[in-house]
C-alpha cells in the first residue's frame, strides 16, 4: 500500500467503464489507498465526456470498450477538453492495434486489467505526476513490434544520444536547451533528427526505443511524459 503523505492533496480519479462490476471493483481498489479519491463514474462514451468536463478528475481511468463511440474518442474528447486530466488506460486487450491507438490518443499510459491494487495505485500516482506508466506486457508488445518494423542499427550522433537520454527521462525542449547550454532552436533540430532516424513518430516511441537500447536506465515498464 502507499504510503500516506500528509502534505499531498488527495489525487482524483474518475471512472470509465460500462460493466458496474468492474466500476466497483475499481472504486473499491482506488479508495482503499489513502492518497486516492474518485469523484466521478461514467459507463459509456457521452457520460464519460460529461463526467471528465464537469469533474475534471486528475486521472482518469478508461476502458477501451464502450457504448456510444468508444474509449478512443473518450481518449480525444479529454485531450482537447480537459488537458490536465491525464487518462490511464485500464484494458483487457493486450493487442498492438489497441495499444497504438491508445497512445495517439494522448493516452498517458495503459495497465491491463489483470494489474494488481498495488501496480493500479502506484500507477495513478505515477501518471498525475505526469510519468507515461505501461503495463511490462504492453511494453515488450510493443518493443517487439517496433524492434520488427526497424533496421537493426541507427547511427546517432553523441550529441543526438544526449537528446534521445534526455527525452526518454522526460525533459522537455526547453529544459534539454538548458541542460546541453544550446539553443531551444537548435534542439528543437536534433529532435526532429533523432525521431526521424528512430523511425519514431513520437517522444513516447523514441524513449521506449532508449530504454529497449539500455540508453537511459530503468526498465521498460515506466517512462517519463512525451512532452514539446
Do not use: F
Amino acid at each position: 500500500m502507499l504510503e500516506p503523505d500528509d502534505h499531498a492533496h488527495s489525487i482524483t480519479v474518475g471512472i470509465v467503464d460500462d460493466h458496474a462490476l468492474v466500476r466497483a471493483g475499481l472504486r473499491e481498489l482506488v479508495e482503499s489507498e489513502p492518497r486516492l479519491r474518485v469523484v466521478g463514474e461514467a459507463d459509456d462514451t457521452e457520460s464519460a465526456i460529461a463526467m471528465l468536463t464537469t469533474c475534471r478528475p486528475q486521472v482518469a481511468l478508461v476502458d477501451l470498450e464502450l457504448p456510444g463511440g468508444g474509449g478512443i474518442a473518450v481518449l480525444q474528447a479529454a485531450a482537447e477538453r480537459v488537458p490536465d486530466t491525464r487518462c490511464l488506460v485500464v484494458s483487457a486487450y493486450s493487442d498492438y492495434a489497441y495499444i497504438s491507438a491508445a497512445l495517439d490518443a494522448a493516452a498517458a499510459g495503459y495497465l491491463l486489467k489483470t494489474a494488481n491494487r498495488t501496480e493500479l495505485a502506484e500507477a495513478i500516482v505515477a501518471v498525475s505526476k505526469g510519468t507515461t506508466v505501461l503495463d511490462r506486457e504492453v511494453a515488450q508488445r510493443l518493443q517487439r513490434r517496433w524492434r520488427d518494423e526497424r533496421e537493426p542499427t541507427v547511427s546517432l550522433t553523441p550529441r543526438e544520444v544526449e537528446v534521445l537520454s534526455l527525452i526518454a527521462r522526460g525533459s522537455a525542449n526547453k529544459e534539454i536547451a538548458a541542460e546541453l547550454g544550446l539553443g531551444i532552436r537548435t534542439i528543437e533540430g536534433y529532435v526532429s533528427n533523432v525521431l526521424a532516424k528512430l523511425g519514431a513518430s513520437s517522444r513516447t516511441e523514441a524513449a521506449l526505443w532508449a530504454h529497449e537500447h539500455r540508453i537511459v536506465g530503468g526498465g521498460p515498464g515506466t517512462l517519463a511524459p512525451p512532452r514539446r
